[in-house]
Structures are given as structure tokens and as C-alpha cells.
Nanobody, 125 residues
Framework: QVQLVESGGGLAQAGGSLRLSCAASGLTFSNHAMAWFRQVPGKEREFVAAITWRDDSTLSADSVKGRFTISRDNTKNTLYLQMNSLKPEDTAVYYC??????????????????WGQGTQVTVSS
């Protein structure tokens, strides 16, 4: 059974930093692209960043470029999102997600098959 468990969310001040982690189990982590999405109540889930399975190349939303960095540690089956220069508009529930094995990373949430339960990030002004 595949499990994705996010951690590291919490309260931060504008301009501060947080590091999210996503621990994966039940799958061959290195064979899966991984991604972070976020969602605010009443809005659609929004793509944040993704990392490929093949060569660790990354995709990022324009809204987080230069501030957020996605990375992975295949030896620990863990995905990370380093969030710097946080803004109040970054407040959301953050989800990690994985498509089926060997599927390319994508900005489209419909391409992702496995999802975590989410972790709340709140940024105060």
C-alpha cells in the first residue's frame, strides 16, 4: 500500500522559511516523479513544483520560482520542499503527489495517482 506522509508545515512569518518533507512508502521511490501541490479552501489545487524520476530535473510554478526548491533523497524515500521568502499568499494546505512509475513530471494534478493527506502552511504578515 502506497503512503505519502507530509510533515514540516506550521506557522511562519512573512519573509521566513519552512522545509516540508514527504516520506514515501510502498513504492519504488526512485522510479516515480514527485510533486508538490497546494490548495486554499474554495480554490482548485495548484501546482507548486515537481521533480523527475529520470534525472532530478525540476519544474516550478512562476509564483514560487526563486523562492521554493524541490529536491529528493532516493536513499531515504523522501521528497522535500524548501520554502524561503514566504509570503502570506503561500498560505495553503500543501500536498505531495506521485504519478505511476516512469510517468513524466507534470503540472497537471490529474496526472498524479498517489496523494498525501497534506500539511498546513500558514504565513502571517
Amino acid at each position: 500500500q502506497v503512503q505519502l506522509v507530509e510533515s514540516g508545515g506550521g506557522l511562519a512569518q512573512a519573509g521566513g522559511s519552512l522545509r516540508l518533507s514527504c516520506a514515501a512508502s510502498g513504492l519504488t521511490f526512485s522510479n516515480h516523479a514527485m510533486a508538490w501541490f497546494r490548495q486554499v479552501p474554495g480554490k482548485e489545487r495548484e501546482f507548486v513544483a515537481a521533480i523527475t524520476w529520470r534525472d532530478d530535473s525540476t519544474l516550478s510554478a512562476d509564483s514560487v520560482k526563486g523562492r521554493f526548491t524541490i529536491s529528493r533523497d532516493n536513499t531515504k524515500n523522501t521528497l522535500y520542499l524548501q520554502m524561503n521568502s514566504l509570503k502570506p499568499e503561500d498560505t495553503a494546505v500543501y500536498y505531495c503527489a506521485a504519478p505511476l512509475a516512469y510517468i513524466s513530471a507534470s503540472r497537471n494534478a490529474n496526472q498524479y495517482y498517489y496523494w498525501g493527506q497534506g500539511t498546513q502552511v500558514t504565513v502571517s504578515s
